[in-house]
């Protein structure tokens, strides 16, 4: 299963939230700067998750034989939405990173292969981490915390989501802070020198 995550679902989810960004946002003149890359790979990612947790809610909900209400259906669709409203998150920070590369990219057009691989590269493996790590993160926090099954995982998934997250973020701020130095040191360098004489 493991390899199934890393060679498999972690890279094909992400290309074809990759793909999407790419074929209808990346040409349009509102894709101005880096950070769109990101914020366009958030909303790829937020689709997905909805179209993957409608998927796995109607299984449930088939399983316990269609939309008559029992508890069979109650008990099921409860886990299974909660289980799935936490993935949500997840898929947007994943393909963030790999939109903030797709930006990056788009902004560096000679090296603009290397870049966009590499961001795929990078949302897959963190994508495939969680899902080989989330089972054995959510036990590790339960039996060291002594919280039920479903707040332990709802603790792993912020701490994982939330992490990345905040390293996306200073990725960002940081490339902000380095183009913002550039550019002004390239607005002093273009000024002319204004000279200075004394007075009597």
């Not at 080989?132 to 002594?146: K, N």
């Not at 039920?148 to 390293?167: M, N």
């Amino acid at each position: 299963m493991v390899l199934f995550f890393y060679l498999v679902v972690g890279p094909v989810e992400e290309s074809v939230k990759l793909l999407a960004v790419r074929l209808y946002a990346y040409s349009d003149t509102r894709f101005a700067a880096l950070v769109d890359g990101a914020v366009y790979g958030a909303v790829a990612g937020l689709g997905f998750a909805t179209i993957e947790n409608a998927s796995y809610i109607s299984g449930a909900v088939g399983e316990v034989g269609g939309l008559s209400l029992g508890p069979d259906l109650i008990g099921i669709g409860g886990d299974i939405t909660t289980t799935r409203a936490l993935a949500g998150p997840g898929h947007a920070v994943y393909s963030s990173f790999a939109g903030y590369y797709l930006g990056l990219a788009k902004f560096n057009p000679g090296s603009r292969g290397p870049i966009i691989v590499k961001g795929l590269i990078i949302a897959s493996l963190i994508h495939a981490t969680y899902d080989a790590t989330v089972g054995l993160g959510s036990a590790l926090i339960q039996s060291a915390t002594g919280l039920p099954q479903l707040p332990g995982f709802f603790v792993f998934v912020v701490l994982y989501v939330e992490g990345f997250g905040y390293l996306l973020y200073r990725k960002i701020q940081q490339y902000n802070d380095a183009y913002q130095a550039t550019h002004s040191n390239e607005r002093n360098e273009s000024e002319e020198p204004v000279i200075k004489t004394e007075t009597e």
